[in-house]
Each structure stands twice: as structure tokens, then as C-alpha cells.
């Protein structure tokens, strides 16, 4: 299997690096798939310093995969989508669609206002999830943990990424 270098970044308004039981469950989860996390952070609900960090991150040759969570619901202090989407390459529309009709399962409609979103940029791979633990997990699971496992087939994201220079 190919490990990956990945960064999670929580983006709260609230959260400290002592109460962020999200983004501490990422990376757990990634180091337990055998991939490595390099970067971490905590960022504000600002569009501008997230996309500062993110296009760090993706003109970084040593990053392969962020994820991103927090930011991605209803309301005019969910920015994340807002950020990431124009510096993508290429979205991949399917993961926001079965990550909905997964959490459609568990929370019922309001699974509508549960944001999520994939895409390539700079042969990055970038998933951007809702903040709670719970959807860390289900998104993690169900998603992201076989796509980010280079002997998944018939196809993975980790071939995309793996090679990134």
C-alpha cells in the first residue's frame, strides 16, 4: 500500500488544538491506514485565510491529500466550500452526493445542509467534510479510507496523488 502524505486542517471559529476531537479522529484514522500526517491546523471561518492555507498546502510537493473539516453547513459563517472550490482542478461531484445519501441515513433530511465536497488540485487530493465527529467518521469509514488505499479497485485516489512533484 502507498503512504500518503496528508494535512488536516479544522476550520472553527471555537476549536483549540485541546478540544479538537475532529481533526485529532483524522488523524488518528490516517496514521492507522498507514499514511502520514505533516501538517495540521486550526482556522478561523475567514474565506481568505483559508484559502492561504489550502493553496499552501496544494503548491506543497510533499502533500498528497487535505482534509478538511468544519465550515461546510448552512449559514453565513460556513465558508469552506466557498474557499476551496475555485482553486480546484477538477471536483469530484460524486463524493458530496453519497456523502449526503450516506448521512441521510443516520440524520434524515437535515443531511441537506451537510455540505461536503472533493476535488483535485495540483494532483492533491482535497476532501472538505462537515465538522462533527460523527461525520468525520462516517465520511472517514465509509469514503475516504478505501479511496486514499492504493490496493482498492476497481479505482483510487491515491494513484492520482502518489505522484505528485
Same mark, same amino acid.
Given at each position: 500500500m502507498t503512504s500518503l502524505h496528508c494535512a488536516v486542517l479544522t476550520v472553527s471559529n471555537t476549536r483549540t488544538a485541546a478540544n479538537d /476531537?475532529? %481533526? =485529532? @479522529?483524522?488523524? =488518528? +484514522?490516517? *496514521?492507522?491506514? %498507514?499514511?502520514? !500526517?505533516i501538517e495540521r491546523a486550526i482556522c478561523? /471561518?475567514?474565506? @481568505?485565510?483559508?484559502?492561504? $492555507?489550502i493553496s499552501q498546502w496544494i503548491a =506543497?510537493?510533499?502533500i498528497h491529500v487535505i482534509l478538511t473539516n468544519g465550515g461546510t453547513g448552512f449559514?453565513? *459563517?460556513?465558508?469552506? $466550500?466557498?474557499?476551496?472550490e475555485p482553486l480546484? &482542478? +477538477?471536483?469530484? /461531484?460524486?463524493? %458530496?452526493?453519497?456523502?449526503? +445519501?450516506?448521512? @441521510? *441515513?443516520?440524520i434524515g433530511s437535515s443531511a441537506i445542509q451537510s455540505n461536503a465536497l472533493a476535488g483535485l488540485a495540483n494532483q492533491t487530493i482535497i476532501f472538505s467534510i462537515p465538522g462533527s465527529t460523527n461525520a468525520c467518521r462516517l465520511a472517514w469509514t465509509r469514503i475516504i479510507r478505501e *479511496?486514499?488505499?492504493?490496493q482498492h479497485k476497481p !479505482?483510487?485516489?491515491? &494513484?492520482h496523488c502518489a505522484t505528485k512533484s
Amino acid at each position: 500500500m502507498t503512504s500518503l502524505h496528508c494535512a488536516v486542517l479544522t476550520v472553527s471559529n471555537t476549536r483549540t488544538a485541546a478540544n479538537d /476531537t475532529s %481533526g =485529532d @479522529y483524522l488523524v =488518528d +484514522q490516517l *496514521q492507522r491506514a %498507514g499514511h502520514k !500526517c505533516i501538517e495540521r491546523a486550526i482556522c478561523p /471561518t475567514n474565506i @481568505y485565510e483559508l484559502r492561504k $492555507i489550502i493553496s499552501q498546502w496544494i503548491a =506543497d510537493p510533499n502533500i498528497h491529500v487535505i482534509l478538511t473539516n468544519g465550515g461546510t453547513g448552512f449559514g453565513p *459563517q460556513k465558508n469552506t $466550500i466557498a474557499a476551496i472550490e475555485p482553486l480546484l &482542478d +477538477q471536483t469530484v /461531484t460524486g463524493f %458530496g452526493e453519497l456523502f449526503r +445519501q450516506l448521512s @441521510y *441515513q443516520d440524520i434524515g433530511s437535515s443531511a441537506i445542509q451537510s455540505n461536503a465536497l472533493a476535488g483535485l488540485a495540483n494532483q492533491t487530493i482535497i476532501f472538505s467534510i462537515p465538522g462533527s465527529t460523527n461525520a468525520c467518521r462516517l465520511a472517514w469509514t465509509r469514503i475516504i479510507r478505501e *479511496q486514499l488505499n492504493s490496493q482498492h479497485k476497481p !479505482c483510487n485516489f491515491a &494513484d492520482h496523488c502518489a505522484t505528485k512533484s
